[in-house]
């Protein structure tokens, strides 16, 4: 059995223990690997290499792809889509694996389901807003990247007695914002999914200084508006193949407006692409190995038109369809676990 494997979209620390995963399975049983390079764009110039397990063996550590990724969206032009036919037949390829976020899969979806290509798709976003999987990989390693970050910035912001906001990834989902809040007692964080309350923001950190706290850490996400009908803070105009703006520039926004009500001196820190580079922790290698694993078995038993998933601590298989329908926002629970101590 041939098996292609592509890795699309934004780049995560665990995509290349998926890799590995899948290679490791699918050479155990005798087949074959072919690494698509540069998510849809190799699959449809055919642009590939064969990936052994002693070729991979050693990437669990690495973060990256060692595919490459590029946010090529091949349903934009039909030509594309009869070159990704093209390459199945002249690659002999029995089965693909598409490891990306809802726009790759949405790919891998379409192609399974208009075209009857045997894709099979494995979820991957720092973002963690895939629905059908509890976590995606990469998560784990960007909020503690952010974690580290946040804690080294304390200790300026105390020295400095200064306002420090800091800017987050989550494009439509604040699970980074949120996390990586409570895992560094931010004083307060705002997300995408609830509208931004500026005058709650400026009470907490107001309470915080009338305490003896000298200092103060905002965490915001990148996606978060500062109006219910506003519109996303955006670097410029530019649009990717699949519509997105280039989002950044929220972190800057409110640091103005708490230094402007407060009086006090604020700086603002975007994190930006730190949050997806390096090596990846523990959870995620382990993660992203047994998606790995079990998108390689999904291949050698022909059930296509899946994705893996994480449920509980389990890995199954969902419906690529089902999974891609619906964005996984932020949970009303765990916003208000860490809304608690913003008051
Ligand atoms: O989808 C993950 C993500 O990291 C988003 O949080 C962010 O908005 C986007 O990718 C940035 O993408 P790019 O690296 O293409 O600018």
């Not at 050693?58 to 060692?66: E, N, R, S």
């Given at each position: 059995m041939k098996v292609g494997i592509l890795t699309g979209g934004g780049d995560c620390p665990g995509l290349n223990a998926v890799i590995r995963g899948v290679v490791q399975v699918i050479s155990n049983a005798g087949g074959q690997c072919l690494g698509l390079q540069e998510g849809w764009r190799g699959a449809i110039t055919g642009n590939h290499e064969i990936l052994t397990p002693e070729m991979t063996r050693?990437?669990?550590?690495?973060?990256?792809?060692?595919l490459g990724s590029s946010r090529t969206?091949?349903?934009?032009?039909p030509e594309e889509i009869e070159q990704i036919e093209q390459t199945f037949k002249n690659l002999g390829m029995d089965a693909l694996v598409a490891i990306g976020g809802d726009d790759t899969l949405g790919v891998a979806s379409k192609l399974y389901h208009e075209k009857g290509l045997p894709t099979i798709g494995c979820p991957k976003t720092?973002?963690?807003?895939?629905?059908?999987?509890?976590q995606t990989f990469g998560f784990d390693t960007c909020i503690n990247i952010v974690m580290d970050a946040v804690d080294r910035l304390r200790t300026t912001a105390m020295s400095h007695r200064r306002v420090l906001v800091v800017e987050v990834m989550g494009r439509h989902a604040g699970w980074i914002a949120c996390y990586s809040a409570m895992a560094t007692g931010a004083d307060y964080f705002m997300v995408p999914e609830r509208e931004v309350n500026i005058d709650e923001m400026i009470n907490v950190l107001q309470k915080r200084l009338d305490a003896g706290q000298k200092y103060g850490i905002v965490v915001v996400s990148e996606?978060?508006?500062?109006?219910?009908?506003g519109d996303f803070v955006t670097k410029d105009a530019e649009i990717d193949e699949f519509g997105h703006v280039k989002l950044g520039g929220i972190g800057d926004r409110v640091a103005k407006i708490i230094e402007e009500r407060m009086g006090k001196e604020t700086r603002s820190v975007t994190l930006g692409h730190l949050q997806r580079g390096g090596s990846p922790s523990a959870f995620d290698r382990v993660l992203g190995t047994r998606l790995g694993v079990h998108a390689g078995h999904l291949a050698l038993n022909k059930d296509f038109g899946k994705m893996v998933a994480l449920r509980g601590t389990k890995i199954v298989a969902v419906e690529l369809k089902d999974a891609v329908d619906k964005m996984r926002e932020l949970e009303d629970s765990f916003f208000d676990e860490a809304a608690e101590f913003l008051k």
């Open positions: 050693p990437i669990i550590d690495q973060g990256g792809t060692i969206n091949p349903f934009k032009n720092i973002d963690n807003d895939l629905s059908a999987t509890d996606g978060a508006k500062l109006s219910n009908d």
